[in-house]
C-alpha cells in the first residue's frame, strides 16, 4: 500500500539525486570526530548542519530502505525514553524501524583492568535494553503515536531494530570485539558499530540506501 509520511518525517529517498560530495563530507566528518569528547558535539554538528545523511546512513548496514527511507530526529518512546534517531526503510518484504543511541566518541569500548565495557558503553546498552522492554509491552501503542499506524502491519513482529554508536575503532581491541560479538549474539536485534562506520557508509551514500 501507498505510505503517506508524517510531516515531521524527514524522507530520504532522494538522497541519490542529490548534488552532495559525499567523499568529502565524510573527509570533514572523520575531522569532526577526531576533535569530538562527547556524543554532543557529534549531534550538535548533525543538527546544525542539518545532515541527517550522516545518521540516515547506517541503513547501508541493513537490507531495507533501497525503496524508501525516512528518518525522525529525538523519537519520542511513550514518556519515558526517547531515541536520538529513528529509522525507517521499506523494501519488499515490509517496513523495518531502527532506534538509534549515540553514545560518547573518543572513549575506550573496554576497560582494559577488567575486560568489561566502559561506562559509555553501558550506558547505551542499558538504554536499548529499556527501549526493548517498554517496546515489547506497547509495541502498537507506538506505532500509532509516532504516525504509522497505516503500516503497522507491514512491520513484522521482528523489524524493529536497535543500534548503538559508540566509541572509535581503533581504541577497541580483541576483547572488545569478543564482547561485541557476544552482546549481538544474544541479542540479534542489536548492532553495535563504531563512528567510524559512519564515516564509511556516508562515503558509500553515492549510490544511495
Known sequence: MDFIAPDHFIDLTGIKSAKIDFEKEADQLQRILNTATKE?????YIKHTKKWFIPASLLKDYDFGNHSAYLVPEQSL???????YMLLGHNSIGHQIVLVEFEDVNVDYTIKSSNSE?????KGLAQ???WKRWLDVNRMYFLSSCGLSDIANSIP???IHYCLVVSRRARMNEISNQLRGQ???ETPELHIVTYDRLVENVRKLTNGF
Open 183 to 185: 552482546i549481538q549474539h
Open 128 to 130: 536499548i535494553r529499556d
Open 118 to 122: 566502559t561506562a559509555a558503553v553501558r
Open 78 to 84: 511513550g514518556a519515558e525514553y526517547r531515541a536520538d
Open 157 to 159: 513482529s521482528w523489524g
Open 40 to 44: 554532543n558535539d557529534i549531534q550538535h
